[in-house]
């Protein structure tokens, strides 16, 4: 592995292999997706994230081939697809459905893009064993796709869309049926395989924590337009809209108002009292933000903490998540936030209980302050 | 509630024997040993003996079966392809009247199919034969290829065909190749209907027939009218059973495949469960 990070987005020299140029698509009135711009660099692991419905399918079937753009082009390599056929892109999509061919054996669904490739005969089989071994299903090649389980069909399904070694490789949702230590080692493995053939591909997830393994960008995607693209850990930690920071993770949002503030620091004043943050920028006094912090980042004690910022509440309710606990806390105006403690003790032994009066506390760094 | 009243004993026996009884009779007399056909004289299978020896139904026969493969193959094409617009390309400008189109003949007097076929072969100057019938039989049976094969394709997974696409197909290596064989039963099932339509069609044929193409119905009509015959009866015998075999073919090749599907969706849901 090289030593400098891999950043192409980041480089003005780089060209980007896939461009969306201000692509909309409609359905009839409907407007799927909405003037969209976006570059994937080559051998990213783009993932998409959004609600259900906001467009992703359709974004990608439009790279595939099965959907033409209403307006705006795309281009692979520089190169305008749209007049390149379904069958004649470099590109292959594993279907949300599978789309598995119920007529033919496992091994000879995997064989059938293979056959209609220009690699040799001879090497179909190879392939298609190698293929089979990487996705463990070397015992069912025999199998219909109907006698294996949903679980193993989607790895077939993989398997068949890998098989080929396209340049883009788009996945729709390819992990969602399986449990999660499969989905774990399909992970890594799909990482591992990027790794060594650097296909880019791009992703659609509905498990953020999938996107935050795999993916080298993620973009969040709301009723047809892109809300944010960043990394993983930019996404996270520094979301630039309230919807993105509640899509991804957990958030609390507390509405203000700016009472002063400079380039580093500025006074937010909500009904629980005063938040000193800092900002992206100078915000004039009365702006209406949002002010978003992430309930890991608050830290709950029984006393009165050295904090910039603290706050104090009761204990309303304790949800028990295994490693973590998340305490919801209502401080004295009646709002609600959320906090979560390692549950490094028992159970049994936690320090605090329901209607426990508690101060929540938190760093002028922890929060973020959105606009919008 | 009991079942089998004396009532709906009576009432199915009747409505059975009315459908059935001419059809056993006809069965049961080209076993006679006589000549009359209404006087039984023992059992005997020298009818079906004569019959083989019998040049004229002969032919006919061999006009007919040519004439049923040929029609019913043209049919499963176009009626295949019909189904494949009709199900597939969704809204377009008209799609209500080609629809209608399609299945008008269902309902069309074969009196007013065949009339009309007969005029537009005059007025193009076909000489009648055997390819005229199988013309107007490709055309009248179409219509049921179509309506059997796009009910199949309303339930076929689109995107079986576009993961074929997506991996290098052209479009029609992918019908060839992923959704013919899928619903190749009901193709199947569409010809079997197409060829038995096609082999017991009086009317359209007499219409479009010329001198030198008779089929069996035609032949077994124009003996008729000299007297009925034993041989009649045998001929008739074997039509109705290559019939019975198209028919109850056709209907197991769909039911089975009705059944192997629901097995299948079940152990994938059992498999998933
Ligand atoms: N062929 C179509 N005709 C009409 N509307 C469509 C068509 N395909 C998609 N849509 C609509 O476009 C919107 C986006 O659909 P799309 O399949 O891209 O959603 P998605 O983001 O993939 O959702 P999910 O996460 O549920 O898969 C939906 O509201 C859908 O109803
Ligand atoms: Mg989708």
Redesign the pocket.
Known sequence: MSTDPFRPWEDPQATPLIRFENVTKR??A?V?VDNLSLDIYEKEFFALL?A????????MRMLAGFEKPTEGRITLNGVDIAPIPVNKRDINMMF?SYALFPHLTVADNIAFGLKRSDMPKAEIAGRVDEMLNLVQLSQFAKRKPHQISGGQRQRVALARSLARNPKVLLLDEPLAALDKKLRQETQFELMDIQGKLGTTFMI?T?DQEEAMTVASRVAVMNAGVIKQIATPDAIYERPNSAYVADFIGEVNLIDGKVTSGTEKSCKIIWQGGTITAQPRAKLAKGTEVRYAIRPEKVVISASKPEATNAIKGKVLDIAYLGNISTYHVETDSGQIIKAQLTNVRRLSQRSFAWEDPVWLSWTETAGIVLTE | MKRFTLFNITSLTLGFAFLYVPILILIIFSFNASRLVTVWAGFSTKWYGKLLQNEAFLDAAWVTLKVGILSSCIATVLGTAAAMVMVRSGKFFGRTLFSGMIYAPLVMPEVITGLSLLLLFISLGVERGVMTIVLAHATFSMCYVSVVVSSRLVSFDQSLEEAALDLGCSQFDAFKSVTLPIIAPAVISGWLLAFTLSLDDLVIASFTTGPSATTLPIKIYSAVRLGVSPEINALSTLLIGAVTIGVITASLVTKRAAVHRKRHEEMARQAEG
């Not at chain 1, 259900?52 to 974004?59: A, E, V």
């Open positions: 359905f009839g409907f799927a959004g259900s419905g906001c467009g992703k399918t359709t974004l949300q659609v509905h």
